[in-house]
Each structure stands twice: as C-alpha cells, then as structure tokens.
C-alpha cells in the first residue's frame, strides 16, 4: 500500500497546520488522515500524539502527514489525477511567513518519529514559499 507522506519544513515563522488531501476523481475524492506528527530537528523528542501540527518557530519544527489513498478508485495514478488538493487550516499564526510543501523521501510513524532519529528529507517540491 502506498502512503505518500508530505513534510512541511522549516518556516521562518511559527504556525499550526491542521488538512486534509481531497483528490479530484470523476467525483471528489477524500483520503482519510492516517498519522500526523511534527519533529523538532534535532530533538529527539516525539511529538506524535500532539493535537496540532507545528511548523517553523525558533527550532525550526517541521510537520508531516500521511493519507490512506487505498480509498481511491482502483487503478487511480498520478498520471490519471489532473488536480489533487490539500487544504491547510491555521489555527495559530505567531507572525506571517512562509512554508515549503515536500513529498518525503522514507517510512515514519506517528509514534516513532522524531528529530534526532532522520527525519524523512523532503524529496521533490510540491511548492514552495506558500504564504502563510
């Protein structure tokens, strides 16, 4: 089963994030949310069961989120998927800035992950410099 899994790493400002990923078949599709974490670089603190997402601050905190995309019509590939939306609500927002929005590179778990054990490094840039 194949689980994308999207870092959100190191804005220069401190925010909250909280999505959800909907990908646009011949009818809206919604992937369910299966783990959700942030890491702070270097901690090797775990941060999995934290009720919101962290991104940038003074340590620099990076979050990441994981969606079931088993729910996906049969046969559902990048190629055949015109547009897929993730839809971001801030909750807290310490001073405006921006995030970077990345696939991740490796496996992570909610309750494994942390900043001292390798965070997965982001791969290719879905977006960049998105304002916040």
């Known amino acids: 089963m194949f689980k994308p899994a999207l870092a959100l790493p190191n804005s220069d400002r401190g925010a909250v994030l909280r999505g959800e990923f909907r990908h646009p078949a011949i009818f809206a599709q919604s992937a ?8 702070v670089p270097g901690s090797a603190s775990n941060y999995g069961a934290a009720a919101t997402l962290n991104v940038g601050g003074a340590s620099n905190d990076e979050a990441l989120v994981q969606f079931d995309l088993t729910q996906l019509p049969a046969g ?5 998927s015109p547009k897929a939306t993730l839809i971001l609500f ?4 310490n001073a405006a800035g921006t995030v970077n929005f990345s696939t991740a590179n490796g496996a992570w778990t909610e309750s494994g992950v942390n900043g001292a054990s390798g965070t997965p490094v982001p791969l290719a840039a879905v977006a960049s410099g998105v304002a916040i």
Do not use: G
Not at 32 to 39: E, F, G, I, K, W
Not at 76 to 80: D, I, N
């Open 76 to 80: 559902t590939t990048s190629a055949s």
């Open 90 to 93: 801030v909750t807290k927002l």
């Open 32 to 39: 369910p949310l299966v783990q959700d974490s942030y890491v």
